[in-house]
C-alpha cells in the first residue's frame, strides 16, 4: 500500500488567500483524522471522520477552517481566508478503526506571508 | 482532560548503549497507547501500538510497556544506532481523543 498521501508537500501564500490540503488515506481505513504541528502546540487534533462523518470538530481553530471528506478515499482541509498565525505543517492520519493503529503522511507544509 | 508528558525532552547517548524513554498520562482509562517516530520535515512513523489489556509490545530491537494504573509507558531501545536519531512521541487513545506528548529528541552519537 502506498500509505497515507497528502499535498501539496509545501505550499506558500499570501495571507487572505485561499488553502486546500488534500489527504488521500490509507484504502480500508475508515477514519480519517487532520493534525496540526508546531513548535510551540506540538501535534493538536484538528478533525477527525469516521465513515466519512465528521465526528469531532472541536479542535478546528476557527469558522475560517472547513474539512470535508465526500468518500471512503478524499478529504481536503480549507483555510479561507488564510493568516500568518496558521503556518504550519498539517497532518493527514488513518487508521482501521477509531481506536486502531494510527497512520500518518507526510505532511503539508502551509507558510502564510 | 489527558494531558500527556515525556521526559526527558531530549537524550543524547553514544552509539551502542541501551536507553529508556518515558511517557505518562494522567487519565489511566485509556483505550490504546502507541509509539511514533518522527524524522526531521518527516510525517510520523508508527512504532508500537499497546492495547489497554496488555502490558508490552515488542519489534526488533524495540520494547514498550504500559502500567495503566500508574499512567506510564516506557519505550525501550536496545543496541542503539546512530539511525535511530529521531523524535519519539507517545500518544494515548481515550474518550474518542488522541493526545501526543511534546516528544523526545533522541541523538545517537557514532
Known amino acids: 500500500d502506498a500509505g497515507v498521501i497528502q499535498s501539496p508537500r509545501h505550499e506558500v501564500t499570501e495571507m487572505g488567500q485561499e488553502v486546500t490540503l488534500r489527504c488521500k488515506p490509507i484504502?480500508?481505513?475508515?477514519?480519517l483524522f487532520w493534525y496540526r504541528q508546531t513548535m510551540m502546540r506540538g501535534l493538536e487534533l484538528l478533525i477527525y471522520?469516521?465513515?466519512?462523518?465528521?465526528?469531532?470538530d472541536s479542535g478546528m481553530p476557527e469558522d475560517r477552517f472547513s474539512a470535508k471528506m465526500p468518500n471512503a478515499s478524499f478529504s481536503t482541509l480549507k483555510i479561507q481566508p488564510s493568516e500568518p498565525r496558521d503556518s504550519a505543517v498539517y497532518f493527514c492520519?488513518?487508521?482501521?478503526?477509531?481506536?486502531?493503529?494510527?497512520?500518518f503522511g507526510e505532511g503539508s507544509r502551509l507558510t502564510v506571508l | 482532560k489527558q494531558e500527556v508528558t515525556q521526559i526527558p525532552a531530549a537524550l543524547s547517548v553514544p552509539e551502542g548503549e541501551n536507553l529508556v524513554l518515558n511517557c505518562s498520562f494522567t487519565?489511566?482509562?485509556?483505550?490504546?497507547l502507541q509509539w511514533f517516530r518522527q524524522d526531521p520535515g518527516k510525517g510520523l512513523t508508527s512504532l508500537l501500538l499497546?492495547?489497554?489489556?496488555?502490558r508490552e509490545q515488542t519489534s526488533g530491537r524495540l520494547n514498550a510497556s504500559l502500567d495503566k494504573s500508574s499512567g506510564r509507558s516506557t519505550l525501550y531501545i536496545a543496541a542503539s544506532q546512530p539511525g535511530d536519531s529521531a523524535t519519539y512521541l507517545c500518544?494515548?487513545?481515550?474518550?474518542?481523543?488522541?493526545?501526543f506528548g511534546a516528544g523526545t529528541r533522541l541523538t545517537v552519537k557514532p
Open positions: 484504502s480500508g481505513h475508515n477514519s
Open positions: 471522520f469516521n465513515n466519512n462523518v465528521p465526528i469531532d
Open positions: 500518544a494515548v487513545y481515550n474518550n474518542n481523543d488522541m493526545r
Open positions: 492520519a488513518s487508521s482501521f478503526s477509531e481506536q486502531g493503529e494510527l497512520f
Open positions: 487519565d489511566s482509562a485509556i483505550y490504546n
Open positions: 499497546i492495547q489497554s489489556s496488555q
